[in-house]
């Protein structure tokens, strides 16, 4: 039998409905970010710099991208023999069909894969976090510790506290209580849903927990383990972490990159970010150009301004046209003279001639507030807006929309133009 210290499971079946628009036909592990890379481009990177080299990726949701994207995944060096990269969506077993329904319960329908390396330590990921971590010295703290299971937790502001799974330690950092989403939070530890756990601990729990509805790590699986007293450990971690689950939180990460300074660095040499490249051209940019702070990917052509944004591979500027504040992902055509104003373009989006994006007071969303706010501008995959109109902010496009879907040239703040199929 194959033998591995510490194999990673990293969950990437998530449809990250918060993105709207962005995930319709994509998983969100599969979303675009900072011009050259997807999410998941993170987790993974983290696993071969951390020295981690068999990483099962679990997918559902669209994953058709996902797996052409990892392939056999030689651009993070897991193209090995033994272990290496395997993806692992649903599949029919004799005894039954089904879907993953929770966090543990996709683990446990690939017990026999996790049970082919005879692991010590199974190193529990999710696929759609931006942060750098070495899982290496978090697994030297779970050994130290003598734990069962150690929780990667990180410190949040006492007011956002609400909005995670917190845990109340000691001066140890053994964990005595949890409190998933508390009202009045007593601690500001917030779980990253980053576990380890000693092998034979996680098989325990899968076993016992498996015909629990929608198992779940952080309602079921740690709640039981901690119920029959074994040893759980809060890791702390005091990098940089962004859960880019909102049309907010995406926006601004893919800001701070452009930063002077970045809190974020795609750009050490010691701790890379490795993805899948395309062999295209180089950039070109026209003398009548400008642009100024900003990330601009390969074979982009650009004639116009470029301000303060990230602008993806492959997408052409046309004279005249403005950006500001934005993210343009690749293959997508902007015409002459458009101005752009924070607002998040998918891939393979093509904007006509005259359009002004981003315009009018910030008017909450109708269809969906929850989702689109911020007061960005967000347009689907493959969308296409058409010459002369303007649209206003909190806005969502999807589909091949005409002129005759903007009563007098305009879709004002708050309203939404999802063609059928997109919705």
Sequence with gaps: MIKKEMIAMLLAGGQGSRL???????????????????????????????????VGVLTQYQPLRLNTHIGIGIPWDLDKNIGGVSILPPYEKNTSSEWYTGTANAIYQNLNYMENYNPDYVLILGGDHIYKMDYEVMLQFHKENKADI?????????????????????????????????????????????????????????LTLKDQPGCDFGKHIIPYCHEKGQRIFAYEYNGYWKDVGTLGSYWESNMELIDLIPEFNLYEEFWKIYTKTEWIPPLFVSDEAVIDKAIVGDACEIHGEV??????????????????????????????????????????????????????????????PDIYGFGLVTVGEGSVIPGGVKIGKNTAISGETTPEDYPGGILESGESLLKAGDR
């Excluded at 994509?26 to 993170?42: H, W």
């Excluded at 293959?331 to 998040?344: C, F, W, Y």
Aim: neutral net charge; charged residues 20%.
């Design 20 to 54: 709207g628009v962005l995930t319709a036909n994509i998983a969100k592990p599969a979303v675009s970010f900072g011009g050259k890379y997807r999410i998941i481009d993170f987790p993974l990177s983290n696993c071969i710099n951390s020295g981690v080299d068999t």
């Design 150 to 206: 150690t929780l990667a937790t990180i410190p949040v502001p006492m007011e956002e506290a609400s909005r995670f799974g917190v845990v109340i330690t000691d001066e140890k950092k053994q964990i005595l209580e949890f409190e998933e989403k508390p009202p009045k939070p007593r601690s500001n530890l917030a779980s990253m849903g980053i576990y380890i756990f000693s092998w034979p601990v996680l098989k325990e729990a899968l």
């Design 307 to 368: 301000h303060n944004s990230v602008i993806g591979s492959n997408v052409y500027i046309g004279p005249g046209v403005v950006v500001r504040n934005s993210i343009i992902m690749s293959s997508s055509r902007i015409g002459a003279r458009t101005v752009i104003d924070k607002s998040i373009i998918a891939e393979s989006v093509t904007i006509g001639n005259d359009v002004v994006l981003g315009i009018g007071d910030e008017v909450p969303n109708k269809l969906r």
